[in-house]
């Protein structure tokens, strides 16, 4: 049952069988209906017609029998008609009352019913089958008319009794044809408009819907469909708008994909540029753009990692702190140009001959310092001096002439327990100037400075 449901619910066929059927259903039973009552009143007309034809038949017959006082006669004519299918009763009233008689079913003075057998006595209800509520009655005179009267005499009227209910015993196997014709047809309609809506709607759309439904989401494909119609019509109509429309969605799909590969590629090169771009942001945050040696701030950090290392480890540590002498002088006489190529020069002297553990930085203007790990301050100033002699050889050129230049240094060790660069550069910087202020190009150790005041 549950299956069948389920079928009526997903078959269009079936909906529109049971529309279609409801319809023809409604207005087959109002055409019967319209026929059977147009078939009543024909059969009713009939039928008055007939009881209307018996008093031609039967009226010389009663009128003789009842002029000859012939009782017998009466009674077999009477009986003859009441054996008639549209006669339930008879009566006939002389005016002598000599021949009255009454035979089946007959209205009395009230128009109250009773029964009669057909010897004319009083009975029980006759089971004619028919009942008694539709009896309906028509009178005709009788007349005597003999080969020596002038004239008709009157004798009386005979009454003669049929019922509604014969013209529906009547129009009953009509009504069964009608209705059994009626039934064929609509079941041989019924099963004619669903096979061919299922097989040129139902089928095909159920191929349709499961075809569609099998379809691969990420690329779907056009769907053929085991339809035999050539012509355009609405399910072919359907079908190839569906086709149309899964190219499109197939193209755009293609088109979205290389967008996508096209984005994917561009975000990579964008993000290498990004990447590029940090580096170099990183490497300008911590480098001199001039010397491409650390600036002050990459020294500080980095030094102070050194310091915090030889803390634990126990190495020594040395800085020296470098100042360009006159540089004033000769940015003045040669140029800042000329300046700029001295710092570039200078920074080279010291990257190529440091080692890659040593920290070169540029703390500003022409101020270096370097700090070099595991180094005492005995070799440092070996290290400073050799680097002063490096400096003071370099040749610089301005038009034709040659220009040199010096350094003074000013060399100071990481004492044994704790320190800071700040403190470290402090010290430096106190022999630096020193040299500064003993004529410059010459190397100073802090601790000589400290032996001689005392501090140390
Ligand atoms: N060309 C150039 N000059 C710079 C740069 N940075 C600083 N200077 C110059 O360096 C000079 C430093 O001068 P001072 O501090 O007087 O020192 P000095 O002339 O070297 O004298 P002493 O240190 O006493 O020998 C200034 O004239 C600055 O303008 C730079 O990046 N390029």
């Not at 469909?225 to 799909?253: C, F, G, P």
């Not at 980095?302 to 290392?309: A, D």
């Not at 440091?354 to 070799?379: H, M, N, Q």
């Not at 004529?439 to 100073?444: A, C, D, H, L, Y």
Request: a negative charge; hydrophobic letters at 40%; one cysteine or more.
């Amino acid at each position: 049952m549950q299956s069948l449901l389920k079928h009526y619910r997903r078959s269009i066929a079936l909906h529109l069988l049971l529309v279609i059927f409801g319809v023809y259903f409604l207005v087959a039973v109002l055409v019967t209906v319209i026929q059977l009552y147009k078939e009543y009143e024909n059969t009713k007309t009939e039928f008055y017609n007939e009881i209307q034809t018996l008093p031609s038949t039967f009226g010389k017959g009663i009128s003789d029998s009842v002029w000859t006082y012939n009782q017998e006669l009466l009674q077999s004519i009477l009986q003859g008609m009441y054996n008639l299918p549209i006669v339930v009763g008879i009566k006939v009233d002389t005016l002598d009352q000599k021949m009255d008689f009454q035979i089946g079913a007959v209205f009395n003075e009230q128009r109250q019913v009773e029964y009669y057998d057909p010897n004319g006595l009083p009975t029980e209800q006759i089971l004619t089958g028919l009942g008694s509520q539709a009896l309906f009655d028509h009178k005709f005179p009788i007349y005597y008319q003999g080969p020596a009267f002038d004239q008709t005499i009157p004798l009386g009227t005979v009454t003669l009794y049929s019922n509604d209910q014969l013209v529906f015993e009547r129009l009953k196997y009509g009504f069964i044809l009608i209705l059994i014709n009626s039934i064929i047809k609509t079941c041989m309609l019924w099963f004619i408009i669903y096979f061919f809506i299922n097989k040129y709607l139902g089928k095909p759309l159920k191929e349709f819907t499961l075809k569609i439904h099998r379809q691969d989401p990420q690329s779907p494909k056009p769907i053929d469909l085991a339809i035999n119609w050539t012509d355009e019509n609405e399910l072919i109509i359907l079908k190839d708008s569906y086709n149309q429309m899964i190219q499109r969605v197939n193209k755009n799909q293609l088109e979205l994909l290389q967008l996508n590969q096209e984005l994917d590629e561009k975000i990579k090169a964008r993000t290498q540029d990004l990447e590029l771009a940090k580096e170099k942001a990183e490497q300008l945050a911590y480098t001199d753009p001039l010397t491409k040696l650390c600036n002050r701030r990459a020294f500080f950090d980095s030094g102070k990692q050194l310091l915090n290392q030889a803390g634990t480890q126990h190495f020594s540590i040395s800085l020296i702190m470098i100042d360009l002498d006159n540089f004033k002088t000769l940015n003045d006489t040669y140029g800042h140009a000329l300046g700029d190529q001295t710092l570039i020069a200078f920074a080279d002297v010291l990257k190529s001959s440091l080692s890659s553990t040593d920290i070169i930085g540029r703390l500003g203007g022409e101020e270096f310092a370097v700090i070099l790990p595991d180094i005492g301050e005995y070799e440092a100033l070996h290290v400073a001096d050799s680097l002063r002699q490096k400096i003071s050889q370099i040749e610089l050129t301005h038009d034709v002439s040659s220009v040199y230049f010096t350094a003074s240094m000013g060399v100071t060790e990481k004492p044994l327990r704790g320190t800071t660069i700040d403190l470290l550069l402090a010290q430096a910087d106190k022999a630096l100037y020193f040299s500064k202020h003993h004529g410059r190009n010459q190397v100073t150790a802090y601790s000589t400075l400290a032996e001689a005041s005392g501090v140390r």
